[in-house]
């Protein structure tokens, strides 16, 4: 009643009775500190666990765009488009998570943000490859959209031990169309706008998935 872990009575006839007894208090206080660190490091998670809208972007078929060309140029045209992308992204309040051969990950605040993103990275597409691209092929791109719960740590950075949401993402995005963008039922249900998407017969992940339909120049600029 007063606390005790556990009581051996006087006389003790068996020594290793008392051993065994605290053999076993320890281990409890063992479990206990453990179970306690573990309650720390969950609540720490909860508080830095938030919605973030992830846009991975990749470029279709980049293994074929840079057979037989020149590396020098294969350098300079992919390293024109990584610049495009992230300046694009942060023009839209977002940051590049990583980046990973072709490809790109990106995460907003604002899944608005990240749809206006996707927008003007395929309206811009085609200038891009008139102006900057030095490779015989065109850039075609494949983007997905997904909004999900992430962990963010103390220096603001995606934390990789939860990374289901950029693996829909990624997912999403191998699944697109060619400069085309396909959205998670979650994602599209997080913008102001949801009506820009179109339902696709598609599910990944076990969500559902729309694709973004086109818009004229003046609502991409605007971001609709």
Not at 70 to 76: A, C, E, Q, R, S
Not at 82 to 107: L, P, R, W, Y
Request: glycine share 6%; with cysteine.
């Amino acid at each position: 009643r007063e606390g005790a872990y556990d009581y051996i009575s006087k006389p003790f006839h068996d020594i290793e009775e008392v051993s065994f007894t605290i053999q076993r208090w320890r281990k409890q206080q063992s479990l206990e500190s453990k179970l306690s660190e573990y309650a720390s490091l969950y609540r720490e998670m909860m508080q830095n666990m938030k919605i973030r809208t992830f846009l991975a972007v990749d470029v279709s078929g980049s293994t074929s765009i840079k057979n037989g060309e020149d590396p020098f140029i294969v350098h300079y045209s992919f390293k024109a488009y990584q610049e495009f992308i992230e300046s694009t992204v942060k023009a839209h309040g977002g940051i590049i998570h990583n980046t990973s051969g072709d490809g790109a990950m990106a995460c907003f605040e604002q899944a608005d943000n990240a749809v206006a993103a996707a927008q003007q990275i395929l309206q811009e597409i085609s200038t891009f490859n008139t102006q900057k691209n030095q490779l015989d092929h065109e850039f075609k791109l494949r983007i997905g959209i997904h909004t999900g719960e992430v962990l963010i740590n103390s220096d603001g950075v995606v934390s990789e031990m939860f990374a289901e949401s950029l693996d829909i993402a990624g997912h999403l995005q191998k699944s697109a169309n060619e400069n085309g963008v396909l959205a998670s039922n979650v994602a599209v249900e997080s913008v102001s706008n949801p009506s820009l998407f179109i339902p696709a017969d598609l599910q990944i992940d076990g969500l559902a998935t729309f694709r973004l339909g086109t818009l004229d120049s003046q609502e991409v600029r605007t971001g609709y």
